[in-house]
């Protein structure tokens, strides 16, 4: 697997001018405190600064520099949802989004860049607090207009660049200033330096005002620009009277590069603002071209205002977005114009019709070549934070029709790519609106999506409900086929988890005659898979292949990575239980550049797993091995307890097939208590096959102990003692009982001890500063030296000889 990114930082836009001290002041601080939050007025520079310390720290944080953009979260709880997606964290069933990014986070010395904290302060400031009190090599740099005021942040007032004095042609802000009046295609002469230093003390050395008076010099002379400046100070009073003096002069720089736009200029600046993040031409053009603009006109309009630099761009004017003081400042227009409404519903509209023609080139309409599908799945991806924005439109001005059929036409959410929770937040909240204007149909396929989020989510009475009552709305509408059709294969496998077999054959059957009639091939392959299930589970195993193969043909018929994958998958489940090892592996390793290429993460750490644990019964161990790392990788990432339980279990066979029986019951034992954790049920059959056999080489105390052991163990460390081939040393003879405590190290005999106290875990961590895995693996060595089998055998021995243990 190629090598995993150590950050996630942009490239520079332009030159860094300036602020070196402050660099070196920065980046040293992090030897001495873990927070540091840069604060100052808006267009000061705190982001472009943190992005300069932060690229600079990427080699002494081996876990990564993580950037996590708050401007566009709306809402607190989405704080924690936005660092889960920028480190690659999925939620799982049942456990609060915080405890798996914390988990992730808790053993990795990495940077967390939390940037523009300002209008989520309080949110911000008790999740760094957790965040820095559970994961102690942990470091977070901030960046806000006001301190976060949590203990142990270090405050750093982030000043206006250097203002000229004597020698001014070497001061900060003039720097600033005749670079990017350079970048805007002026070439400033010597003569012009008192202007300059005029317009830079006047600006107070604000990068942000420098660097849109910058843009102006290709209209007017710096002394132009100056003079203008003083009038509008004189004039502007829009910040209030006690706010800082730079904060009202960024506002009337603001104002002024605004005033000097033409009319229509204007209007398309405000209209912009209601794009979440970046966005293309033909986005701008589909929401903004209302009168008094028109379409054609949008092109020039853009590009005069990436010139005044009220919008960037990249090199190729393919992508443009709006710094956020401009954005925020557009938004304000917006509202005073009247036209917020308006914009946000045409914007709502347009994202419909986009992610609608996206959704039916990649998975409805046939006979599309694959990078056509890919292209248009993508593209869906990149329209997530506007589609994100429109529902949120949607849920707010109560438009549940246009926001139900969104959601119903993104797969940008699904999970493919997405996350859980959204799929289940967004369609509960819109399907909690008024829905008296909304026709049954179309609330049937909120229905199938939220049904579909919630079988995700292993909440499996809830979605088949759900999934009933989508099916019975949808009813025999020809043009509700495909949702119907995915509605079907959805409760086949609900039914199949659920034990229901009879059922789900029946489902299977409806969905796949519905299919073949409207010539869906989607749909023909997961009916076939869905049969294929049927039969596996039913043990017929000629029937179960058969129609695997037909339905691995109509996925390639269609060409989705993602449905061939599936298919591939079933074909290596019913190889395998055929006892077809050879053709096992090779259907799972089909699947995984496919996946692989889609991105999804879940999907293809279970699809290694499983090409890891054929391996390993194939004596493979070397591929086993490399597999199952890459899978337990790809899961701790993505912080799903199900899929490292999965591998887990794997490398319990990869360790009994290399004949180590200890690191095989260790490694069982610790993805049997994971995935009791999480609520579900182990492999009972292989664990007490792989028991038997351990008790019959090892004996009965032996197996019993290492049984303990595992059970007591992290899932990461019982992983890696497999990775990495280590066995646990027998255990010592026993001794007399007036020299037992000899067998115990120092810090087991203080755990003994404090355990008669009746202490947790977590407590005698807190009381040792030590972590409570640890504390485990010292209980688990005390009860494998000593021959106990509990904790409170340790503690009477423990009080019986209290000189042992003082």
């Known amino acids: 697997m190629p090598e995993a990114p150590r950050h996630n930082l942009p490239a520079e836009p332009n030159r860094f001018v300036g602020r070196e001290r402050d660099l070196d002041d920065l980046r040293g601080l992090f030897d001495e405190t873990r927070v540091v939050t840069l604060c100052g007025v808006g267009g000061i520079g705190k982001t472009r600064l943190a992005l300069r310390v932060a690229a600079g720290l990427v080699g002494g944080y081996p876990g990564g520099v993580w950037l996590v953009e708050l401007a566009r979260v709306g809402r607190p709880e989405q704080i924690v949802q936005e660092i889960a997606r920028v480190l690659r964290v999925r939620e799982e069933s049942g456990r609060p989004l915080l405890d798996t990014v914390t988990a992730r986070l808790r053993d990795l010395r990495c940077l967390l860049l939390l ?165 293309d031409l033909d986005l701008a053009e589909q929401v903004c071209a209302e009168p008094p603009i028109a379409r054609a006109e949008i092109v020039d309009l853009l590009g005069g205002l990436v010139d005044k630099s009220l919008v960037l761009c990249d090199e190729e004017r393919r992508r443009y977005r709006m710094l956020e003081t401009i954005k925020r400042y557009a938004m304000k227009r917006l509202d005073r114009a009247g036209e917020r409404e308006a914009v946000r519903e045409r914007h709502l509209s347009v994202l419909c019709d986009l992610q609608e023609r996206h959704f039916t080139t990649e998975m409805v309409r046939p006979g599309v070549p694959w990078p056509e599908r890919l292209g248009c799945l993508m593209a869906g991806k990149q329209l997530l934070d506007d589609q994100r924005a429109a529902l949120d439109w949607a849920a707010e001005s109560g438009n549940a029709r246009l926001g139900l059929r969104l959601c119903a036409a993104s797969t940008a959410l699904l999970p493919i790519s997405g996350n859980l929770t959204e799929i289940v937040g967004w369609t509960e909240r819109l399907l909690s609106l008024d829905l008296s204007l909304v026709p049954d149909a179309q609330v049937a396929q909120g229905k199938a999506y939220l049904a579909y989020g919630l079988e995700a989510r292993d909440e499996l009475s809830r979605s088949l409900e759900v999934a009933t009552e989508s099916l019975a709305g949808l009813g025999g509408d020809g043009g509700n086929a495909f949702t119907r059709c995915v509605m079907h294969s959805l409760v086949v496998i609900l039914l199949l988890r659920m034990g229901r077999i009879d059922e789900a054959l029946h489902h299977a059957e409806r969905g796949l005659a519905d299919a073949t009639e409207s010539g869906d091939a989607w749909n023909q392959a997961a009916g076939l898979a869905g049969l294929s299930a049927v039969a596996l589970t039913r043990g017929r195993l000629r029937e179960a292949q058969r129609l695997g193969d037909e339905a691995l043909a109509r996925a390639r018929e269609h060409g989705h990575r993602w449905l061939m994958a599936r298919m591939a998958a079933q074909l290596g489940a019913v190889a395998e239980a055929r006892g077809d090892l050879e053709t096992a592996k090779s259907q799972y390793e089909q699947a995984v550049p496919w996946l692989w290429e889609l991105g999804g993460d879940s999907e293809l750490a279970r699809c290694l797993a499983r090409v890891g644990r054929v391996a390993a019964m194939l004596g493979e161990f070397a591929a086993a091995r490399e597999r199952l790392a890459d899978s337990l990788a790809l899961s701790r990432q993505s912080g799903q307890r199900q899929g490292v339980a999965r591998c887990l279990a794997g490398l319990s066979v990869l360790a009994e097939h290399e004949g180590d029986l200890d690191g095989a019951v260790l490694a069982a034992a610790a993805a049997a208590t994971l995935r009791e954790s999480i609520g579900q049920h182990s492999a009972t059959i292989r664990i007490e096959e792989l028991l038997s056999r351990a008790r019959a080489k090892l004996g009965e105390g032996r197996t019993a102990s290492l049984w303990s052991r595992g059970r007591a163990m992290s899932p990461d460390a019982a992983a890696l003692q497999v990775l990495a081939g280590e066995r646990p040393a027998s255990p010592p003879p026993v001794a007399a009982e007036p020299v037992r405590h000899s067998l115990l190290t120092a810090r087991e005999l203080e755990i003994a001890g404090l355990l008669t106290r009746g202490l947790s875990n977590r407590a005698i961590a807190e009381e040792l500063v030590i972590s409570p895995a640890t504390v485990a693996r010292h209980i688990a060595n005390i009860m494998e030296k000593l021959g106990y089998t509990s904790r409170a055998q340790i503690a009477v021995w423990a009080a019986e000889h209290p000189s042992a243990s003082a």
């Open 115 to 279: 940037d523009n904290c300002e209008h989520l302060i309080d949110g911000c400031a008790e999740l760094a607090a957790e965040l820095v009190a559970c994961c102690p090599r942990l470091s977070v740099l901030a960046t806000s207009r006001e301190p976060l005021r949590i203990a142990s942040e270090l405050i750093w007032r982030v000043p206006p660049l250097d203002l000229p004095e004597m020698g001014y042609a070497d001061a900060e802000s003039v720097q600033l200033f005749m670079d990017r009046a350079a970048a805007a295609g002026t070439r400033l002469g010597y003569d012009t330096l008192p202007d300059v230093v005029r317009l830079c003390q006047a600006l107070d050395g604000l990068p942000l005002a420098l660097e849109l008076a910058a843009a102006r010099t290709s209209l007017l002379s710096p002394g132009q620009i100056a003079d203008r400046l003083d009038d509008r100070f004189s004039l502007l009073t829009t910040g209030g009277r006690t706010a800082p003096a730079r904060q009202r002069t960024l506002l009337a720089t603001v104002d002024w590069s605004y005033d000097l736009l033409s009319a229509k200029e204007q209007v398309l600046l405000r209209r912009l603002s209601v794009f979440a993040r970046d966005f």
